[in-house]
């Protein structure tokens, strides 16, 4: 038989949710110790993220890659703010779009919530992730978030954020993909090189890999059984949330859809931080470029890819004679993070003040 997930808790504990594991945890004298030890390797770990990304962006300003000054010869006109404005909605109508795509995912599931739910859910994860980048994983939380009021689905929840991660970084890599064919067979390619080969093959890759999800003699084969039986529990939850959206070629489509139209979006925001610099890279160029230099948030190295992705913006822009690659990317992240800090603040206080109770950060 095909693998099939499994949510509920162990004998004993069954019934109790998160609350109630907690409860036992608290009533462990070996429960306390352990949390700490948790939390202080999460901290140390983080701190050695923060000095990464900080020595990462000290070499980039050494190199010339990062100019601060250039922020401060913004003048406060309205074509400047205007384009702060349109990044800004790109982003904020990116995140309705994500939200959408993970109520789908999580309806899937049977995990029923609402698209005002979900897009709050969407608005703390990406907020945490900036308070807390790296130290308190906003999927986890959103995950924490959505079974407050639905004990023993977290195992179940926690795999479907991460799917919902994983289609997003596949659509992405897609996304630079299209934009390549469309500018090689417009003729617009605006270099050759093979860095530009890298979002292709992750997506053929990639596709290879949903197709043997989707495949059931080999999902049911003994070795593939073996080897799934002794995988964490959370990568069990995580391949069979996989395998269930590879089976159902509609939600699949549509959330692979959504994912396309949100990385638009957030492309367009790049965009316009690069005419806020007075950089004049083509828009094909961009689509091209920058969902690989974006591919870098992914990489959990340095807190939310800070310093990699900067890095990988200037790189990616000097091929195609522009000094302007990390300051874009800096600026495309900041107005990002505006947003997800604003937004992710209202609906903290809004799911407060509906009695939720919130993550344990």
Not at 230 to 253: D, F
Not at 320 to 346: C, D, E, H, K, T
Request: charged share 15%; proline share 5%; hydrophobic share 55%.
């Amino acid at each position: 038989m095909a693998p099939s997930i499994r949510t509920a808790a162990p004998p004993g504990e069954r019934g109790k949710g998160v609350r109630g594991l907690t409860q036992d945890a608290k009533s462990n004298p070996t429960a306390k110790p352990g949390r700490a030890r948790g939390w202080a390797r999460k901290i140390a770990i983080f701190v050695l993220k923060v000095a990464v990304a900080a020595g990462l962006v000290y070499w980039l300003i050494q190199q010339n890659r990062l100019d601060f000054a250039s922020l401060g010869r913004l003048q406060a006109d309205a074509r400047t703010l205007g384009l702060f404005a349109a990044g800004g909605l790109s982003v904020f109508v990116g995140l309705v779009l994500l939200a959408w795509r993970l109520k789908i995912l999580l309806a899937h599931r049977q995990i029923e919530v609402s698209l005002a739910k979900s897009f709050g859910l969407t608005l703390i994860g990406s907020f945490t992730g900036v308070v807390l980048p790296g130290l308190v994983g906003g999927d986890v939380v959103k995950a924490v978030y959505l079974c407050a009021d639905k004990p023993g689905c977290r195992a179940d929840a926690v795999a479907v954020v991460i799917a919902d991660r994983v289609i997003g970084l596949y659509s992405l890599l897609l996304l630079g993909t299209l934009a390549l064919g469309a500018a090689y067979l417009a003729d617009v390619l605006p270099l050759s090189t093979p860095v530009l080969l890298i979002a292709p093959a992750c997506v053929v890759v990639g596709a290879g890999m949903l197709a043997l999800l989707a495949w059931p003699a080999l999902r049911q084969s003994r070795p593939v059984q073996r080897l799934f039986a002794i995988a964490p529990r959370a990568m069990q939850n995580l391949l069979v949330a996989l395998t269930s959206y590879v089976k159902s070629p509609r939600v699949l489509g549509l959330t692979i859809l959504l994912s396309l139209l949100n990385h638009t979006l957030v492309v367009l925001t790049f965009i316009m931080a690069g005419r806020l610099l007075d950089d004049e890279l083509g828009v094909f160029t961009h689509f091209m470029l920058n969902p690989l230099a974006m591919a870098m948030n992914a990489i959990a190295v340095t807190p939310g890819g800070i310093g990699l992705a900067e890095g990988a913006f200037s790189f990616l822009f000097e091929m195609v004679g522009s000094p302007n690659g990390g300051m874009v990317g800096l600026l495309g992240r900041i107005i990002q993070y505006g947003v997800f800090a604003a937004g992710g603040a209202v609906a903290i206080l809004v799911m407060k003040g509906g009695g939720k109770s919130g993550p344990p950060v």
